[in-house]
């Protein structure tokens, strides 16, 4: 909705824009692209690990 909007630099900010802007099932893998994306995944992951706190289920 952002490009419809006028703002198309802050669509890079989607993970949508990365999975589809580059059209994969008709070009092939922008390897670029798939970096980025599992970027954001281990960012992801490293904030979850980090700033959720573990449950003890022993107890």
């Given amino acids: 909705m952002l490009p419809l909007a006028g703002y198309e630099t802050a669509a890079k900010l989607s993970p949508w824009y ?3 802007g580059s ?3 008709t070009n ?3 390897w670029l692209h798939l970096a980025v994306l599992a970027a954001v995944a281990a960012v ?3 904030l979850a690990a980090r700033y ?3 449950r ?3 107890g």
């Fill in 52 to 54: 959720f706190p573990r």
């Fill in 44 to 46: 992801g992951l490293g």
């Fill in 18 to 20: 990365y999975y589809l």
């Fill in 23 to 25: 059209d994969p099932l």
């Fill in 28 to 30: 092939g893998v922008d």
């Fill in 56 to 58: 003890d289920l022993r």
